[in-house]
């Protein structure tokens, strides 16, 4: 087997994978990477590297893992799960990544395709006039300095005390779509005044929202998929892909610089200066944790008003309220985020990163429509291929801290992907294909070409072959809004 | 040799890499300065009714760069605004190095901007400025 890394790596079965604490000096524990063997083949060199770099984190626990959408990223690899002990553990916005809680969510409806095909133009100019994306936009959300104090410690819960979705939207979004301990004060005033306008909009980048549809033969799982609201025959659902834009990053860039300073203090070497951290329950690291958490609602609260946003252009094209096509929502959930969670070694601070929660049935932690079959995990692939609706499983509670992969991951750059389509000639292949696209930015869609991405029907089977998730739908996209 | 950046193809993936160069200190910061610019919207297409003068001080001059180009990030997102020019100097006194820039742009308008990536910031990823051959370099990283 040829493998980017000269590190051993040993076959744990089929789709787990092993390096020994002995291939780097400092491991404190194995490293174990998810995926197939061919997806493990194709796997650059920055995993390995940086799998193997967080294992030798003061206060990991059990194994350092990446998934098998697994890349090179700043610090964590993407798709990089680990859990370190609350006592003698660390917390690092590398394992966080800079966009806190970016996540995904998806929204079913009644709607059929054979409805929506006809007026899909012009939905997806409404869905585009009123959910702004790209380069600097602002949200139709007016806010002053208190009222963003109140969504930062609130989350998706100041939304809906606003009118901005439904109560019952709470209880399915991670942790009722507002993490506890989030402290305004430890934020930068910087970071207050990128992101107090963002609220309602998608950004750039790999955030989309898109309209997709589930046909009955791509159901893989119809009692789960039932108890989600899926129930084929065509049906539209809608999916957003966002986070907390460039509130969060600033949240980031601003402790990575407190904790390069802080490791000094606390006697903390790293392999890699973007694994900067802090032990969790010093000052730095509760500061960080009290600033992520207000990022981490306030992605929240972002989606969640962008729900209502499309919510009101299905209601203005269909002439229907939102209510009477059967708008819910499925689930939200974080894909960047570091929580407390309790496992028999103790209290973690669990780190995902590019990895989505993935609990199984029977979950505290899962509302109780959601209780006997476990938890949605979305999955967002290309714009050009399709998504899935998985379902967590009490074998990743075991094996993984509760984690699955997040998506499928990009195998070329966007400077590549630029030069091997203009963003024109690909909207108007995709319009050919029966997907319709809306993009602020040529270049940016060029950017996300399908061709730029791996296949995310190959890291699906793998999950599903590990058991670390169930899959449930495939969701094949016709509209697409980009920024 | 005049100042000069390009974007990469085979460094970061997800985000967005170039490299900078030019022969003194204040070439290399331009260069780095207009490809943020450029990464964000086309410069020809921006107006200049937006001005925005800033200094920053210190005497880490990779810590200065890194400093200046998230300031430039920060007014796209706290302003609304993209960038048609920069002007830049750095100059050294004593161990301490000092920048006065003056930044220009218009509000965002997608009807009359071709505009390009919302970058989120810059990263310390493979990050370095160096004098190679007399030649100032940097290799940055921005998280799109």
Not at chain 1, 55 to 74: K, N, S, V
Not at chain 1, 166 to 190: N, T, Y
Not at chain 2, 45 to 51: H, L, P, R, S, Y
Not at chain 2, 119 to 127: A, M, N, Q
Request: net charge negative; hydrophobic share 40%; aromatic share 8%.
């Amino acid at each position: 087997m040829k493998l980017h890394t000269a590190m051993k790596v040993n076959r744990i079965s089929d789709e787990i994978w092993e390096i020994p604490v002995t291939q780097k000096p400092g491991m404190l524990v194995p490293a174990r990477i998810y995926g197939t063997e061919s997806i493990l083949q194709a796997m650059d060199t920055g995993v390995f590297e940086q799998v193997t770099n967080v294992a030798c984190l003061p206060g990991i626990r059990r194994y350092a893992l990446c998934m098998p959408d697994g890349h090179w990223g700043y610090g964590f690899p993407i798709g990089g799960v680990a859990a370190f002990d609350v006592r003698s553990g660390i917390i690092s916005p590398g394992g966080v990544g800079y966009d806190v809680n970016c996540g995904m969510r998806l929204i079913r409806t009644d709607l059929t395709l054979a409805e929506v095909q006809p007026r899909l133009d012009l939905l997806m100019t409404e869905l585009f006039r009123r959910v702004p994306a790209g380069v600097g936009a602002s949200g139709f959300v007016s806010m002053d300095r208190p009222s963003f104090d109140r969504v930062m410690t609130k989350g998706a819960r100041w939304c809906i005390e606003q009118g901005y979705g439904w109560h019952r939207d709470l209880e399915r979004i991670e942790q009722g779509g507002c993490l506890p301990g989030a402290d305004p004060s430890k934020v930068s005033d910087h970071a207050v005044q990128r992101g107090m306008n963002q609220l309602g909009t998608l950004g750039s980048g790999n955030h989309y929202l898109e309209v997709q549809v589930v046909s009955n033969d791509r159901i893989f799982d119809p009692e789960t998929a039932a108890a989600f609201g899926i129930t084929g025959q065509d049906q539209i659902v809608v999916m957003v892909h966002c986070g907390s834009r460039g509130f969060g990053h600033q949240v980031a860039g601003d402790y990575l610089k407190v904790f390069e300073k802080a490791m000094r203090r606390h006697g903390i070497a790293v392999k890699d200066q973007q694994l900067a951290c802090a032990p969790f329950l010093s000052e730095e690291g509760q500061d960080y944790f009290s600033a992520m958490n207000c990022a981490a609602n306030t992605a929240f609260a972002n989606r969640q008003v962008i729900t209502h946003q499309i919510r009101q252009a299905f209601a203005a094209v269909f002439g229907r309220s939102a209510e009477e096509m059967g708008m819910e929502l499925v689930y939200d959930v974080a894909h960047n985020i570091a929580k407390v969670e309790r496992y028999p070694e103790g209290e973690l601070v669990v780190h995902r990163k590019g990895a989505t929660r993935a609990f199984g049935p029977g979950s505290q932690d899962l509302p109780a429509c959601y209780q006997s079959v476990g938890q949605p995990v979305i999955c967002g692939g290309s714009m050009e291929t399709g998504s899935y609706l998985l379902v967590g499983t009490t074998r990743a509670t075991d094996e993984t801290f509760g984690s699955t992969m997040h998506g499928s991951g990009r195998t070329m750059s966007r400077t590549q992907a630029k030069k091997s389509i203009r963003g024109e000639q690909l909207q108007q292949q995709m319009k050919q294909r029966g997907i319709l696209v809306k993009a602020v930015s040529m270049s940016g869609l060029a950017e996300e070409a399908g061709f730029a991405y791996k296949n995310i029907s190959e890291v699906v089977e793998s999950v599903d072959r590990a058991g670390i998730t169930k899959k449930v739908a495939e969701l094949r996209p016709i509209g697409n809004i980009k920024g | 040799m005049p100042a000069s950046f390009r974007f990469l193809d085979d460094v970061a993936l997800a985000d967005l890499a170039f490299d900078a160069e030019g022969d003194t200190v204040q070439e290399v910061f331009e260069a780095a300065s207009q490809a943020v610019m450029e990464a964000m919207a086309d410069p020809e297409t921006v107006g200049a009714i937006w001005t925005r003068r800033a200094e920053h001080a210190g005497s880490d001059l990779a810590e200065l760069l890194f400093d200046w180009l998230s300031g430039i990030v920060y007014w796209k997102d706290a302003a609304g605004v993209v960038f048609s020019r920069v002007a830049i100097s750095v100059t050294q006194a004593g161990a301490e190095w000092r920048l006065a820039a003056t930044l220009t742009g218009e509000p965002v308008n997608r009807a009359t901007q071709e505009l390009r990536n919302d970058v989120k910031g810059v990263t310390k990823h493979l990050y370095r400025l160096h004098q190679d051959n007399g030649r100032w370099r940097v290799r940055v990283v921005l998280d799109v």
